[in-house]
């Protein structure tokens, strides 16, 4: 099964907000409120900032949102900082074999 | 607080095996489902197998089904990872992670493995 679908690359100003999709099918992101999102930095260990769609764990700054329509969750970063330059990867439960996908992941430019 | 740090990994040559390990600390292992998810150079994150609390149930994706074996030892608070059949598609960091309802919370360093001849 093919990986959630996200862009190679979004950017943003600082102050900016910015928001970065992640498209899967039926299977995944549209039959269930399952999403998480991760932010990694260059050689780093992936850090979750959003489980259940558009929840925040504890200590997760409010700048990080989530959302979901159809095949297609979104992460909205709000007040765009230099520290969030990173990648970020969605992933979802998924029906099928697989149980668990991941997106190709989106690297976050600050400009 | 959560801690979880793998092990086991290195160079090894195509066809040959691996096992790693995962030893947790900082919360109740037995809670727990738990996962491996890998990441090749320069690539995403991949979900490769998880494991029901009691060890009764395993998942894998499809690639290394066959091939790896998930297991976890509680009165250890281990969690294993026997790789065999190693192929070079198979090089990665490979992460030990904590399933919390329906998403992987916290994440151990990784360790490398390298299949090269």
């Known amino acids: 099964q093919s990986a959630l679908t996200q862009p190679a690359s979004v950017s943003g100003s600082p102050g900016q907000s910015i928001t970065m999709s992640c498209t899967g099918t039926?299977?995944?992101?549209?039959?269930?409120?399952?999403v998480s999102w991760y932010q990694q930095y260059p050689g780093k260990v992936p850090k979750l900032i959003i489980f259940d769609v558009s929840n925040r764990p504890s200590g997760v700054s409010n700048r990080f949102s989530g959302s979901k329509s159809g095949y297609t969750a979104s992460l909205t970063i709000s007040g765009l900082q230099a520290e969030d330059e990173a990648d970020y990867y969605c992933?979802?439960?998924?029906?099928?074999?697989?149980?668990?996908?991941f997106g190709g992941g989106t690297k976050l430019t600050v400009l | 607080e959560v801690h979880l740090v793998e092990s086991g990994g290195g160079l090894v040559q195509p066809g040959g095996s691996l096992r790693l390990s995962c030893a947790a600390s900082?919360?109740?292992?037995?809670?727990?489902?738990m996962s491996w998810v890998r990441q090749a150079p320069g690539k995403g994150l991949e979900w490769v197998a998880n494991i029901k609390q009691d060890g009764r149930e395993e998942y894998y994706v499809d690639s290394v089904r066959g091939r790896f074996s998930i297991s976890r030892d509680n009165a250890k608070n281990s969690l294993y990872l026997q790789m065999n059949s190693l192929r070079a598609e198979d090089t990665a960091v490979y992460y030990c992670?904590?399933?919390?309802?329906?998403?992987?919370?916290?994440w151990g360093q990784g360790t490398l493995v390298t299949v090269s001849s």
């Open positions: 992670a904590r399933d919390h309802g329906y998403t992987r919370d916290y």
């Open positions: 039926s299977r995944d992101i549209g039959g269930y409120n399952y």
């Open positions: 992933s979802s439960y998924s029906s099928t074999s697989t149980h668990w996908m």
């Open positions: 900082g919360f109740t292992f037995s809670n727990f489902w």
